[in-house]
């Protein structure tokens, strides 16, 4: 009998992840992407949908901002002086930092654009506010060991 997705359980699945206007965002390449279900390895919304389905299961699932990576959040758009950015030589719009967040955990910005020492920034993540559509083929599922559990990821 085959597996029913669930808590602590690792899951293999290809997938293909586009936007509303059919650009393809991520994909699983060669090897299927594993993760142990119930451990908030991905998006909410995702994990939602594959509740009960089983290895062989092809499905579509759409998962909305809120239940993926958030709406935009404003706040996290600022202008910085191009001074906190120590040892850069060049700041152009696109590049990307990585930077201290203030609850001390790393945090992703991107620079939107530089108009002479002033550097807009935005913390979003990049799919924030994007309504996110997955094509998925469930290879695998099957019982997460006692190592994997207690790391809360797949090996």
């Known amino acids: 009998m085959s597996l029913l997705i669930g808590n602590n359980l690792v899951v293999s699945m290809h997938y293909k992840l586009t936007d509303d206007d059919g650009n393809v965002l991520d994909g699983s390449k060669d090897e299927p992407l594993a993760y142990l279900h119930g451990a908030g390895n991905i998006i909410p919304g ?31 758009v600022q202008t910085i002086d191009k001074s906190a950015f120590q040892g850069v030589s060049a700041i152009e719009a696109g590049m990307t930092f990585e930077a201290q967040g203030s609850n001390g955990a790393a945090q992703r910005i991107e620079v939107k654009k530089v108009e002479g020492d002033a550097v807009t920034i935005d913390a979003n993540h990049p799919l924030a506010g994007v309504s996110l559509n997955f094509d998925l083929k469930i290879v695998e599922v099957r019982e997460a060991t006692k190592e994997e559990l207690a790391h809360g990821h797949t090996h």
């Open 46 to 76: 995702l994990e939602k949908a594959l509740v009960g389905k089983v290895a062989g299961d092809n499905l579509q699932v759409r998962v909305e901002p809120a239940e993926g990576y958030g709406e935009v959040k404003p706040e996290l």
